[in-house]
């Protein structure tokens, strides 16, 4: 395609786009990829379903597409939703096999906040370590989101598709209810992150 489009002869350029063999070469090679993830997929759930036997799977109900540094926003957003999409249906279908109940719960501040005692900031997470900037509590980042996930199954809140200035303002709400029982001085919020802009290119 970069050929075509650098070659002024417009006949010639037809006959690039037309006879192209390049294109065929890729879609063979996009095949096997997906075909390479399919399998990856369905390996780690029948693995995961096998050898933990869930009752339940707590699934993170995201509000926004994943971030993919260096790939075009309409390439991400595309990948992104095939994935999602892909994990979602072999999911449904091997819970189902196997007699799983799948649930959803919003996923919004779930790495950020202290399961004890409720406060939300983004620097309580440091890459794989999480430590509470109000009560010190540490533990892994990762145990921590599932554990708040785990808290939110039971809380009729966390409704899927609550949003996330919904759920910041009744995760503040606990958190300061907290600190009252507890006699302490709550920290204060942490600003909304403000969204990045970018540029176009």
């Known amino acids: ?5 650098n070659t002024k002869n417009a006949v010639k350029r037809r006959h690039i786009l037309k006879f192209n ?3 065929k070469k890729w879609e063979k090679r996009r095949h096997v990829f997906r075909e390479k993830i399919e399998s990856e997929i369905n390996q780690a759930l029948n693995q995961m379903l096998r050898d933990k036997k869930p009752d339940v799977f707590i699934v993170e109900s995201f509000g926004e ?13 595309r990948l992104s ?33 202290c399961p004890v005692c409720g406060y939300v900031h ?13 009560c010190e509590h540490k533990n892994n980042a990762d145990r921590v989101g599932a554990l708040n996930l785990i808290a939110r199954l039971g809380d009729p809140f ?15 709400q606990k958190y300061e209810e907290y600190c009252r029982l ?13 969204p ?6």
């Open 1 to 5: 395609y970069a050929l075509a489009k």
């Open 21 to 23: 063999l390049g294109s």
């Open 65 to 77: 597409v994943f971030r993919m540094e260096g790939i075009s926003k309409k390439m991400r957003n």
């Open 81 to 113: 939703r095939w994935v999602r999409g892909l994990i979602d249906e072999r999911l449904l279908f091997k819970a189902a096999v196997c007699g799983v109940r799948i649930a959803k719960v919003p996923a919004a501040y779930s790495s950020q906040c």
């Open 122 to 134: 983004p620097k309580n997470r440091n890459g794989d370590q999480f430590c509470c900037q109000h």
């Open 158 to 172: 966390f409704a899927p598709g609550q949003g996330k200035d919904v759920i910041r303002k009744h995760l503040r």
């Open 182 to 194: 507890k006699g302490e001085q709550p920290k204060e919020e942490a600003p909304p992150r403000k």
């Open 196 to 201: 990045v802009k970018r540029s176009k290119s």
